[in-house]
């Protein structure tokens, strides 16, 4: 079958690889791709995954068979409704489901309605109202913008001032602009963050393995957020107790309180958790594959990939016996020196070569651009470096390793990913 995936990053770069092993998958086609995914696929540069109209033309003009929406604009936009309405089999959740990730007001009210543990919370469209309301909070707190914000509209809080100046920039100041329209002001919550995809299919929802992402952008968790510096793959956090406890009172009612909402929910959703010392509760969902978190899944899924999209489409996901390699993952974001703030584009990318025919290491593109000089950085993240390994510390050291393969000019990495393994 032609397939076509809407996006440009690391995350879509991963996709791409896993289905260029499917059996089913013919030919590969991307929106807007990037210098990557442009050497397994078919790419066109000139779409941008908000051009609905041209997205929806592409996939007509190239007859594909089946379109996957990686991003999140797209999702919560209504990319999938458009498709689905020129007669296009899309998969990904339609905007009416992609609410679940695309407002945080909206995933909270829901998971207090449907009893799905998470932080205490409250809701605001005034500013003045979440200033009162802060005079009598505890601090540490945290300050959430409702909308998407490229996983940056989050902002913990350790004082009062610190609080209020953050209502001013979400709020006030519009930093993350509509995005803080509204606001959402929930207790801090202290315990190991653990990521858990997942696959779903408006009923059934199939799990996959555990990851934890890195958000801020130096070593030691210190820095501002970014959208993930690196990533491992499965927590040692993550434990069988701790799945019994999310399959029953997270996983399967969040499925289920969607339906009940009248947003039936196909698709992929990331459940960000903490495992806070109450028992786990959700910090986030996402509605779609997470960034770098996909780099270090998908890699060791067994499945053909597109056996399992086409059963979630085909509300056929409980015949699907989803399965893990009994290994390890862990990605490295390379990034551009002062990311996520200011950095330079347009320097070559030396040693990619390097990972051609590897099994166990990958070189996910994000940020990357062909020219005639050769492929060039174009974003804040640029490359993923991923590899596996028997356990988590031999994956760690092969990732390591790895990253002194591909030099560019102001390459920037964190030196300790996974650190938090030596620790379990």
Not at 74 to 92: I, K
Not at 223 to 245: A, K
Not at 249 to 276: H, S
Not at 328 to 346: F, Q
Request: a negative charge.
């Amino acid at each position: 079958m032609k397939v076509l995936i809407v996006g440009g990053g690391g995350r879509e770069h991963a996709i791409a690889v896993s289905m260029k092993k499917s059996s089913r998958v013919s030919e590969l086609y991307c929106v807007p791709g990037n210098a990557g995914i442009a050497q397994i696929a078919e790419c066109e540069p000139s779409i941008g995954v908000m051009e609905f109209d041209k997205v929806v033309a592409y996939a007509k003009e190239k007859e594909v068979d089946l379109v996957f929406v990686a991003p999140d604009d797209p999702l919560v936009g209504g990319l999938v409704d458009e498709l689905e309405a020129a007669g296009l089999r899309t998969f990904g959740p339609r905007a009416n489901a992609a609410i679940l990730e695309g407002s945080k007001a909206f995933s909270k009210d829901l998971m207090k309605k449907y009893n799905i543990p998470t932080a205490a919370y409250e809701n605001f469209d005034d500013p003045e109202a979440a200033l009162a309301y802060l005079e009598t909070a505890k601090m540490p707190i945290v300050l959430k913008a409702d909308g998407l914000a490229l996983g940056k509209g989050v902002l913990i809080c350790n004082t009062l001032e610190e609080a209020k100046a953050g209502v001013q920039e979400i709020m006030l100041d519009k930093h993350f602009g509509s995005a803080g329209n509204t606001m959402v002001i929930e207790e801090f919550m202290t315990g190991r963050e653990v990521s858990v995809l997942s696959f779903v299919d408006g009923k059934t929802i199939k799990t996959m393995t555990s990851a934890q992402d890195h958000k801020r952008a130096g070593d030691g968790d210190t820095g501002l957020n970014t959208g993930g510096m690196g990533t491992f793959s499965p927590s040692p956090f993550y434990t069988r107790e701790v799945d019994d406890f999310c399959q029953k009172y997270i996983y399967q009612p969040t499925v289920d309180a969607m339906a009940a909402e009248g947003r039936e929910f196909k698709g992929i959703i990331f459940f960000g958790l903490m495992l806070t010392e109450d028992g786990p509760k959700v910090l986030e969902y996402n509605a779609r594959f997470g960034d770098p978190e996909t780099q270090v899944v998908l890699p060791r899924m067994k499945n053909d990939i597109m056996e399992v999209i086409e059963a979630c489409i085909d509300g056929t996901l409980d015949t699907i016996d989803l399965q893990f390699e009994d290994n390890a993952a862990v990605c490295v974001v390379l990034a551009s020196e002062g990311y996520p703030v200011k950095y330079e584009k347009g320097f070559v990318i030396d040693g990619l070569e390097k990972f051609e025919g590897q099994d166990a290491y990958f070189c996910f593109h994000a940020g990357t651009k062909q020219t005639d000089e050769g492929i060039v950085t174009n974003g804040g993240r640029v490359l993923g470096i991923t590899a596996t390994g028997d356990d988590l510390k031999k994956a760690r050291e092969n990732a390591y390793a790895a990253t002194k393969w591909v030099t560019f000019e102001n390459k920037y990495m964190r030196n300790d990913i996974g650190k938090a393994i030596d620790e379990a």
